[in-house]
T-cell receptor
Framework: GQSLEQPSEVTAVEGAIVQINCTYQ??????LSWYQQHDGGAPTFLSYNALDGLEETGRFSSFLSRSDSYGYLLLQELQMKDSASYFCAVRDGGDDKIIFGKGTRLHILP | DSGVTQTPKHLITATGQRVTLRCSPRSGDLSVYWYQQSLDQGLQFLIQ???????AKGNILERFSAQQFPDLHSELNLSSLELGDSALYFC?????????????FGQGTRLTVV
């Protein structure tokens, strides 16, 4: 089976940097993705890592270590609009379903 | 706008009733996924279709069923509804062979069972 573990909540200050971790167990691994979801909204795709290392997209970066079955999402220069839930996700190796972690709610303090 | 359309946006119905949720995927996307999200819960995978065929099944209740039609739109049928079925139901679509796990979500249908 597959499982993804991530913290349920993280709190950070506006302008600071925050890291959201995700560890995973899958039967077949292709890559790790991150999604953002604002309250009442739809999840939106942020990033995808198939290879080890850091991928940067503006203020957001995502990291993967395949040997450690671990990844993280790094958010820099936090803004109040970044207050949302963040989900890591993997595609199941046996079929095509996309499995999500339970999500990390990011609280940003002014 | 993700390009995925879900209708209706809101649905209020009584216990024991049956409802149908509809999803139109992005143009060109062959895969459709259905997820259930209860209050403060994650995205629970229900079922996936690819080009009209069931591709993967999650923890979908026997009271729930789905299908994907030749025009690729999909419907999720929920029957004998219970209070606990109240949730946000999302449909997502993706292109098979595209960037892995990049799925595009509709705005969801909020189902309230009273």
């Amino acid at each position: 089976g597959q499982s993804l573990e991530q913290p349920s909540e993280v709190t950070a200050v506006e302008g600071a940097i925050v890291q959201i971790n995700c560890t995973y167990q899958t039967s077949g691994f292709y890559g790790l993705s991150w999604y953002q979801q604002h309250d009442g909204g739809a999840p939106t795709f942020l990033s995808y890592n198939a290879l080890d290392g850091l991928e940067e997209t503006g203020r957001f970066s995502s990291f993967l270590s395949r040997s450690d079955s671990y990844g993280y999402l790094l958010l820099q220069e936090l803004q109040m609009k970044d207050s949302a839930s963040y989900f890591c996700a993997v595609r199941d190796g046996g079929d095509d379903k996309i499995i999500f972690g339970k999500g990390t709610r990011l609280h940003i303090l002014p | 706008d993700s390009g995925v359309t879900q209708t209706p946006k809101h649905l209020i119905t009584a216990t024991g009733q049956r409802v149908t949720l509809r999803c139109s995927p992005r143009s060109g996307d062959l895969s459709v996924y259905w997820y259930q999200q209860s209050l403060d819960q994650g995205l629970q995978f229900l079922i996936q279709y690819y080009n009209g065929e069931e591709r993967a099944k999650g923890n979908i209740l026997e009271r729930f069923s789905a299908q994907q039609f030749p025009d690729l739109h999909s419907e999720l049928n929920l029957s004998s509804l219970e209070l606990g079925d109240s949730a946000l139901y999302f449909c997502a679509s993706s292109v098979r062979g595209g960037r892995d796990t990049e799925a595009f979500f509709g705005q969801g249908t909020r189902l309230t069972v009273v």
